[in-house]
């Protein structure tokens, strides 16, 4: 459901003033101002301000909100589950009993002019297929729209984001190009990973080089492109049932950046068989080692499922000895030794937070053979058989 001019709701508990409006002055009082009494669009606080508004509201109605989202609101009555999910004036929600959906509706159109949009097939740009046996997510309407807007929808397409043999350096001789078009097409790219992580490692290779893009950097994103005009009807397919169990995977490429040799971090995290987040990141320092660069990617990927762990607190299921697999003995061996030597010492502190969360159970961090790696596709580029295993194996399907 969409809330009809949201921010003009909120009542306002400090002075604010503003100047009146162009064409509409007083000419009795031309150099007085008007107070607020109410919210206005526009307004530095109105977001706050709605977001009060909204939450007292459905606090008033026996909901309760998250402790960890705090834009997750709940109710149980019986035994049956309603969750309200709140992104500004947009709201998703959803019920073990079709009654409460129903409830709820009319709870919200009794204080707020709304739109029912009914069973969601659109948010935020993602479109949501609800099948009898899962739901896929895709976003085939917003590549068209990326593909046209940037002179792409009449071009070739390709079956990786990347050669196998890929390489981008800061080739300063080269010639460079319009640095505002190249961050235009690495943040249209950038959004659209949120349902493809296929090309997550490739968009973040390449918005390295926004700050001096040249014509080799523009080539490489345009390889991209062409590869999302082949593969627009890829998605993330959900199956219904199933497990529902917390593991992720973490790796890194070992110096993989050329520039200033610093090594990639690649994680995955899943729910059952559902993927529900994955990173691609270069790391902030030189690691000595391919197993101190596979601890720190471990200990960002650890970072991330503790993340997890408290959001799914708010829906009340806890999660602890989370399985966490990386194809690194190494690796393993130093996030299992509590004990300090010459050859961790200098890594940071902060890193060594994957030990604690080791030592108190909310992860256990198990070796996996490298072909079982599922967070290899965020730390480098493959062939075409190895980057079609990858990607089935992280959940996406063509529909």
Partial sequence: MDVKCAFLYGDIDEEIYVCQPPGFE??????????????????????????????????????????????????????????????????????????????????MMDRF????????????????????????????????????????????????????????????????????????????????????????????????????PKESHEKAVKRIFRYLKGSSRLGLWYPKGGNFDLHAFSDSDHAGCRI?????????????????????????????SIGEAEYIAASSCCCQVLWIQHQMMDYGINFLHTPLFCDNEAAVGIAKNPIHHTRTKHIETRIHAIRDAQEKGFIDIIPIETRKQKADLFTKTFDKPRFYELISMLGLISF
């Fill in 26 to 107: 007083d000419p009795d009082f031309p150099s007085k101002v008007y107070k607020l009494d109410q919210s206005l669009y526009g307004l530095h606080q109105a977001p706050r301000i709605w977001y009060e508004t909204l939450t007292q509201y459905l606090l008033s109605k026996g909901f309760s909100r998250g402790a960890i989202d705090m834009t997750l609101f709940k109710k149980e009555v019986d035994g049956e589950l309603l969750i309200v999910q709140v992104y500004v004036d947009d709201i998703i929600f959803g019920s073990t009993n079709e009654g409460l959906c129903r409830e709820f509706e009319k709870v």
């Fill in 113 to 212: 002019e709304m739109t029912i949009m009914g069973e969601m097939c659109f948010f935020l740009g993602l479109q949501v297929e609800q099948k009898p046996d899962g739901i896929l997510i895709h976003q085939e309407k917003y590549i068209k729209e990326i593909l046209t807007k940037f002179g792409m929808d009449d071009s070739s397409p390709e079956l990786t984001p990347f050669t196998a043999q890929t390489c981008l350096t800061s080739d300063d001789n080269g010639n460079p190009v319009d640095a505002h078009r190249y961050r235009s097409m690495i943040g249209s790219l950038m959004y659209l990973t949120a349902s493809r992580p296929d090309i997550t490692f490739a968009v973040c290779y390449c918005a390295r080089f926004q700050a001096n």
């Fill in 260 to 288: 200033n040799r610093k090594s990639v971090t690649g994680g995955c995290q899943y729910l059952g068989e559902c993927l529900v987040s994955w990173q691609s990141k270069k790391q902030t320092t030189v690691s000595l």
